[in-house]
């Protein structure tokens, strides 16, 4: 019988545009779910993947993390009944692909019809879920939970604000980013953190929503923005020694934690998403932490992603508790229209996630 056969849209060199072409299915091996993907949703590094390389080896390579579509395969010992649904052959799933931990070996990219993963990187989605919203949240929770566990919380952590007088906060610099929407809710929702946002001012009800206490705009000058931060925090008495930075300025960001540690608090953390360099800020009293992906040593990195997916992720999409967001926009021609979609994401977005449907 003639080996199936799918398309891909890959780098054949460094540097390139992507090109569309046959590559032969694999079979999933021991652990491994092979997806048909409905929905890509991309992210910056794929960006970076594309037009610099980045964390690539070989060529052919094919980018792509977030993925939504259709369990077609199940390899052996997957667990048949983790998550309260079924994972079989048609099952309507969530992955992450892992394109960045492979350095772009073909059948693990999340930028093409079927795409190799571990089974502790699947979740089911809810039927309410659709696909291109499936596809949007595996990088950013995983992001948000890394940042997280950065900040010395753990996956259990669970505040009590009713017991005591000073709220714990969380300071999220770009909050109306990917990343930043999905930290916000985690924040809120699951952990009980008082959380105090940075974005633009349109979307201050939106992150109000999803469980905002305070917005402020970073668009006015960097000394202002960071005294009213601090100022409406201490008159709610909200500690705010510890910051998620999705992106944006993060002197700033340091400076409001730099406040709370002046007070009192143990040395304050800030966990960037952004690689950090000689030239990064470093603002006294506060440890400046680089949000790593999941670590490449495969036990911590299964122990992440199965939490996220098996134990959390499912169930917080169930009961509401995580809305996935932002809102998404599908950019046409699907394969095919992944260089307009990347070209148009690097250009920037604002609270948006840009989703091709195949
Ligand atoms: N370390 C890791 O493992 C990891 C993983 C994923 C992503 N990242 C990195 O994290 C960053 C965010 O990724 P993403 O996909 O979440 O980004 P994204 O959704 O593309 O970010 C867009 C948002 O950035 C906000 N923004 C732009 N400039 C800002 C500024 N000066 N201050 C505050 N907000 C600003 C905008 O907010 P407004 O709309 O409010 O203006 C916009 O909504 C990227 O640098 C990405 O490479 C790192």
Known sequence: MATPTHDAAMLVSKAGRLSIQKLPTQSPGPNEILIDVKSIALNPVDYYMRDSGFLLQDYPAIPGSDIAGTIAAVGADVPQSSRGTLLRSGTRVAAYAVSIYTQGKPSYGAFQTKVLVPADNVTPLPDTISFNQGAS???????????I?????????????TT???KKGLLVWGAASSIGLATVQIA?????????????????EYLQS??????????GAPASVVTQIITAARAAN???????????DLQSAQEVIAAFTSDGADKGIVATAVPMDASSPMTEGVDTRFI??????????????????ARWLCP???SGAFIPAPETHSVPAGLRGLDVALDRLREGVSALKLVVEL
């Open 292 to 309: 790593l992906p999941p670590p490449v040593e495969q036990g911590l990195r299964d122990r992440h992603f199965a939490f996220v997916f």
């Open 238 to 248: 909200v500690s705010l020694d510890l910051a998620f930075h999705a992106t944006g």
């Open 137 to 147: 949240l595996p990088m950013a929770v995983v992001t948000a939970w890394s940042g």
């Open 164 to 166: 005591t007088t000073t």
């Open 316 to 318: 917080a999409l169930d």
């Open 210 to 219: 999803l469980g905002a206490a305070a917005v402020f705009d970073y668009h």
């Open 188 to 204: 809120s929702k699951t952990l009980g953190l008082t959380v105090y946002a940075v974005a633009s001012p349109r979307h201050a």
């Open 149 to 161: 566990t950065t900040l010395d919380l753990s996956y259990d952590t669970k505040i009590n604000t």
